[in-house]
C-alpha cells in the first residue's frame, strides 16, 4: 500500500501504542487518519514484551491508566475479535529490605483508595502463591491477585485491525525521513514512499522517539535501555500459572509461558538505540546466578534461548504525553519504559481526546513533555521498574 498525499493526523510508529492511538482516533469518527510504520506493525519494542499487566504504579495518573486499560484487556476479545490471552496471573514482589517495604506501603496505599487490590502478605502466605520460592531472607511480599498479562502481539493486530476497519490507514516498510515545518508549525512529513501533507504528526516511535524528535529540531528525553529475556526449555518442577514474581534485592523477574518459564535478570543497558538487539550472552550467566538465589529449583531447568529488547525510558521513568514544546502540530506518545504495551490502551484513548477535543478529560500533567527542560521532573518514589 502507498501513502497518500494528505492526511488529517500522521502517526509515526505502528508499536502497540500508535495502534492504539489510530484506533482511537478512528473510533471517534477522525478521518483520514495514516500510520507510517517503518517494518511491520508491532514488529518494534511492543515484540519484546513480557506481556505484564499491573496496577502497582506509583502516581495516580498512573494507577488510572492501569485500571482503565485492564477493563479494556478484560473485554479486549468482545471489543476487537481477538483473544488477547489475558490472564490474571498477578505480581508478586519479593521485598528482603525493610525501607524497601516502607516504599511500597505508601504506594500500596494509592492503589488500594483508586480501586486496585494490592496487599503486603508474609514470606510464607508469598511461598504458598510459589512454592519454589525461596524467602528465608525476605521481610515480606507484595501481591497484586488483579495484575496480569496479555500478549502484546495479539492485542497491537487487535487494535490495527480494528483501526483498519474503521478508515485508518496503516502502511508498512514506510519510513519517516523529515518532518515538514513552516513557521513553526507542522505541515507534513516527508517518507521513503513520497511526502505526505498533515497538520498534525503524532512521534509513536518507542525507542526512536528521540530521532524522530530531531526531524522536527525537539530534543526528547528519550533513552532507549537493553533488557534481556531468557526462556528454559519445558520445566514442570515450577508448575503454572505462577505469578509475574519479581526480585526487588536483585532485579530479576520470571513468569511462566506455557510450559516454559520466563527469566529477566533485569538489566538496564546503554546499547545505543539500533532495534536489532543482539544477546548478550554474559547475560544468561547472570540471569541464572539471580534465578537460583530466588527459585533455587532452577538449578534443574536449562536455559533454551533468548532475546532482548529497548526499553525507551525517560530520566524520572514516566512516559510523555502532550504536544510538542515549540513545534504546533507535533504531538508526542512516547517514552513508556517497561509499561507501554500494558497503558497502550488508555494512550490511545486520550491522546485521540487531547487531538479532537483540544485536551484530554483526565489530567496528564504527569506526562507534560516540558517538564524535564524546566526541571520539573516529577521526583516522587519511582516505584518498582516490574518489567
Ligand atoms: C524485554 C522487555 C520487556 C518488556 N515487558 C513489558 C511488559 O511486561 N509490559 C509492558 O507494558 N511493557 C513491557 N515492555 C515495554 C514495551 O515493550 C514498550 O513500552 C512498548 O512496546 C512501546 O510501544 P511503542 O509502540 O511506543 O514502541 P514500538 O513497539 O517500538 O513501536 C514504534 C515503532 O515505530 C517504528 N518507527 C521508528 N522510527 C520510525 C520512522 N522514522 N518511520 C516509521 N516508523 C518508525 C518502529 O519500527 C516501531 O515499530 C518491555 C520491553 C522490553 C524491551
Known amino acids: 500500500m502507498s501513502v497518500p498525499k494528505a492526511a488529517s493526523v500522521v502517526v509515526i510508529g505502528g508499536g502497540v501504542v500508535g495502534c492504539s492511538i489510530a484506533y482511537h482516533l478512528a473510533r471517534r469518527g477522525q478521518r483520514d487518519v495514516v500510520v507510517l510504520e517503518r517494518e511491520t506493525v508491532g514488529s518494534g519494542t511492543t515484540s519484546k514484551a513480557a506481556g505484564g499487566i499491573r496496577v502497582q504504579f506509583p502516581t495516580e495518573t498512573e494507577v488510572r ?5 485492564i477493563r479494556v484487556f478484560e473485554r479486549f476479545e468482545e471489543e476487537f475479535g481477538i483473544d488477547p490471552g489475558y490472564r490474571k496471573i498477578g505480581y508478586l514482589f519479593c521485598v528482603s529490605d525493610e525501607d524497601d517495604l516502607r516504599g511500597f506501603e505508601a504506594r500500596i496505599a494509592l492503589q488500594r483508595a483508586l480501586g486496585g487490590d494490592v496487599r503486603v502478605i508474609t514470606p510464607k502466605e508469598a511461598q504458598g502463591l510459589v512454592p519454589a520460592l525461596f524467602v528465608d531472607d525476605l521481610v515480606a511480599a507484595v501481591w497484586g491477585p488483579g495484575d496480569g498479562m496479555a500478549g502484546p502481539a495479539e492485542v497491537t493486530q487487535g487494535f490495527a485491525r480494528r483501526a483498519r476497519e474503521l478508515g485508518a490507514r496503516i502502511v508498512e516498510g514506510v519510513t519517516v525521513t523529515a ?12 517518507t521513503t514512499d513520497g511526502a505526505i501533507a498533515a497538520p498534525v504528526v503524532v512521534n509513536a516511535a518507542g525507542p526512536h522517539a528521540a530521532r524522530v524528535g530531531r526531524l522536527a529540531g525537539v530534543d526528547i528525553a528519550v533513552h532507549p535501555r537493553r533488557r534481556h ?19 526487588r534485592a536483585t532485579g530479576f ?10 527469566l529477566s535478570p533485569g538489566d538496564v543497558e546503554d546499547v545505543g538505540d539500533d532495534p536489532n538487539v543482539a544477546v548478550d550472552g554474559r547475560r544468561v550467566e547472570e540471569t541464572v546466578e539471580k ?14 534461548g ?17 504536544p510538542a514544546p515549540g513545534v504546533e502540530g507535533f504531538f508526542l506518545a512516547v517514552g513508556f519504559g517497561g509499561h507501554g504495551f500494558q497503558h497502550s490502551p488508555a494512550t490511545g484513548r486520550y491522546v485521540a481526546e487531547w487531538l479532537l477535543d483540544g485536551r484530554p478529560s483526565m489530567d496528564l500533567s504527569l506526562f507534560d513533555a516540558t517538564r524535564f527542560a ?13 518489567e
Open 65 to 69: 491508566f492501569s485500571l482503565e486499560s
Open 179 to 190: 518532518i515538514d515545518l513552516e513557521r513553526g508549525r507542522v505541515r507534513g512529513v516527508q
Open 229 to 247: 529475556i531468557f526462556f528454559t526449555e519445558p520445566f514442570p518442577e515450577i508448575p503454572g500459572p505462577v505469578p509475574l514474581t519479581t526480585d
Open 253 to 262: 523477574y520470571f513468569r511462566k509461558e506455557m510450559e516454559q518459564l520466563l
Open 291 to 304: 534465578a537460583l538465589r530466588r527459585i533455587p529449583v532452577v538449578e534443574h531447568a536449562r536455559i533454551a
Open 306 to 322: 533468548g532475546w532482548a529488547g529497548l526499553r525507551p525510558l525517560t530520566p524520572d521513568d514516566h512516559a510523555i504525553i502532550g
Open 374 to 386: 524546566r526541571g520539573r521532573a516529577v521526583a516522587h518514589d519511582r516505584g518498582p521498574d516490574a
